[in-house]
């Protein structure tokens, strides 16, 4: 094999093909190169639904606040 032909095919095993021709160590180290993508994916996929938690919990504070300023001045009137 090429030396330029090893990143082509590094790139086509990142992507899913020609893993039939890799041995199960090539293949584990493919899968621990693929793991800090995965996560770095996952927390990326988590963090809108985070986002729209931590909006939802500024809101329910920001109407008990409102609240809490009506009620003082119904009880200042």
């Known amino acids: 094999m090429l030396l330029f032909e090893m990143p082509m095919l590094l ?3 990142l992507l ?5 021709l ?3 160590k090539e293949l584990e180290q493919l899968e621990h190169q693929l793991e800090p ?3 770095h994916v ?10 729209m938690v931590e909006m939802a919990r500024i809101e329910s504070v920001y109407r ?3 609240f809490l300023l009506a009620v003082t001045r119904y009880c200042r009137e």
């Open 22 to 24: 890799l041995n199960s």
């Open 11 to 13: 790139w086509r095993n």
């Open 37 to 39: 993508s995965l996560k």
């Open 64 to 66: 008990k606040v409102e």
């Open 42 to 51: 996952r927390s990326t996929k988590e963090r809108p639904w985070s986002y």
């Open 16 to 20: 899913g093909e020609d893993l039939g």
